[in-house]
């Protein structure tokens, strides 16, 4: 049988909840004021550091343009890009509806997020990494394209 929670709990899972959804909120707000911004004032993009000295991609490499895709409904484009964003997506909401679940039951065991999640996003984010930047150095597959042009002129040589 699940251990109850105390009343003191449920009123801390209840604000967690709350607190949870409003702050989706104003993410969602926030990425839909940058990227209707940055195409005005370009200098608000930042690039990426790895990706501007290594010409490699770091594992959050095209987690922006993920995330843009992700909010005009284009999953294809959004994976493709990064599919980190996808499978956190994914995670958050999965915990999210555990936390409502185990608030409506009063169940404690809502509070722990599994080990599995962890790990699973851990394997997202470096097999990605691995794979993406072995495709571009030894087979010069470059889905993002900004640093096709550079492992290309090294191959030739």
Known sequence: ???KMTERE?????RLLVGIA????LLVGLCCLYFALVP???FLSVGCPVQRIFCLYC???GGTRAVKALLR???LTSVQSNPVVIWGVVLCIWQYIRMVRGYLHRDRACLR???WSWISLIVVILGFFVVRNLLLVFAGYDYL???AAFWAFIRSR
Request: charged share 20%; aromatic share 4%.
């Open 59 to 61: 594992p959050g490499c």
């Open 73 to 75: 409904g284009d999953l």
């Open 22 to 25: 409003c702050g989706g909120v």
């Open 40 to 42: 005005k004032f370009p």
């Open 10 to 14: 449920i009123r801390i899972l209840r």
């Open 113 to 115: 997020i599994p080990a």
């Open 145 to 147: 394209g900004d640093n």
């Open 1 to 3: 049988m699940p251990e």
